[in-house]
Every structure is written in structure tokens, then in C-alpha cells.
């Protein structure tokens, strides 16, 4: 753990639900459907070509395992996102002390872990905030963890962050979000420069 004397650090992290459905969500049903309904062909309207839907599924997971672990769209937003995608960017990233700071991100590349046929996933996460610098002023290792099972692998998880930085002079900073996958040892880093105004 990090510590500052002068330094008062507010932090809260939500994080949305995620859909847990055998037939529901994005992701691959750890029973899956008989081999002959994996194998009934969608005909495109485009070139009216069969597409092995089964098949494309199975190529995204294994490019999904073998991904690392990073954060898509990770930005601040004027408000937490109420569903996976459905964010509104900041246009600015100029904060008055003690103003909440919300992240929005999509975590990607985490790995499944099948037990009992449900899977399990989730995240540890750490926060740090810099100086422009580099300087480490403060923050946290292992606040916080999330962890979730299902019956599917889950690929629509996002995440919600918020935080306020009271305690330190007007001027630029660093603040970053630091994911550990639970189930291996990729690792993911969103660093969000900000100013703090006079």
C-alpha cells in the first residue's frame, strides 16, 4: 500500500452486471448445443454462403486466450455506463479538486477457467496516482476484486471506475488502473492523464 500524509483519496468501483445465460449474452455455452445444430450452416443475405457460426466462435476463443489482457474504449465519461458499450466520453480531462473522476473500460483477453461445467472469471485491480513525472503520490494494491461464474464465456464485461484526488496542488497528474487477470498472469495498465485546475 501506498501512502501520503497530505493526501486524502476517495475511491469507489462499480462494475456492471454480466449476463449469465445459456442462451443469452456473448459467449461460448460451456454444455453446448448437439453437434448437428453446431453444424446447421446461416446462409448470409450478402453472398448466400454458408457461415459456420460454430466454427468462428471457436476461433474467437482461442484468439481470445492467446490475447493479452487490456482495456478497449477505456476513457473518462460524464456518467457511469448503464450497459456493456453504452458509454458518453468527457471532452475534457480537466477536474476540479475533489471532483468525482469516472473511467469507463472493457476489459478483454481474461481467461475462463471451466470447474463443475460453469466458468469462472474476474479481475484483481490496483490503483496508483502519479505525478506528472512519475512520482507516486498514492494509491492501492489488490483494493478490490471482482469475480463472477457462469455458464458461458463471458465477453461483454465492463467496468465503471470512480475517483476523487483531494489533498494535492493544481497541476498535472497521473492516475492509473492496474487489472490482474485471476486466473493467469496477464496483466493490463489504463493510465488517464489529468490536470487538476486552479
Known sequence: MFRHSSLVIAFILMLSNVAIAQTGGWGTPVNPAPKQAE????????????IDLAQAEKALEQAWDASPLFARNAMFVREPAPMFGAFSARASNVFQAGEEMLTYAEPMGYLHRINANVVDFGLNIDFLLKSKAGQIIGGQENFKSVSFVSNVRNRELMLNLSMRVTGVPPGEYVLEWKLKDQNSNKVAVIAQPFLISQ
Open 39 to 50: 453444424r446447421a450452416p446461416i446462409v448470409s443475405e450478402k453472398d448466400s454462403k454458408p
